[in-house]
């Protein structure tokens, strides 16, 4: 049947009603598995690129710029330091929030990478400022371990 002939008779196309069996298992990799279980542990981990030196936040298997294979994860401490924020205002369907939130951009110094993640509701937070993660108690291997970032008062 062509396209024309699928078109003009449209009508006649027939449904099956079923399921079709479809499973499929999603995972971070290597590189994002140490990540994720660092986050249980209420550690942000990097990586160590042995090529280049650099340090990699979130890890990755393989550096990005010296394509040398990354072996070696290390805790980061920090501080964080803000590049970029935004503040949300409206949910997902356009409603407006009680309370708006920040969402910020996040870099290790002198590291490759970053992470995007809520800020601290509670104190003013701009680019430049420097941050710390602050973990939720209950953690299970999820970005959501980190409750916000908040100003780090020594920088």
Known sequence: MSFKDFLENFSEIKTQKGNIPVWWVYTAGL????????????????????????????????????FEKIEKFIDVEGPFLVLSFTEIYFDLDGKPLERPYKV???VMPNSKGGIIHFLDPEVEICCGDYVKPIFSEK???SIKDIKYFTKYKDK
């Open 104 to 106: 910020g951009f996040m």
């Open 139 to 141: 953690r299970v291997g």
């Open 31 to 66: 590189a994002g598995e140490i990540f994720y279980e660092g986050l249980k542990e209420g550690k942000i981990k990097g990586g160590v690129c042995k090529g280049c030196k650099s340090i990699i936040i979130p890890p990755r298997i393989y550096c990005e710029d010296c």
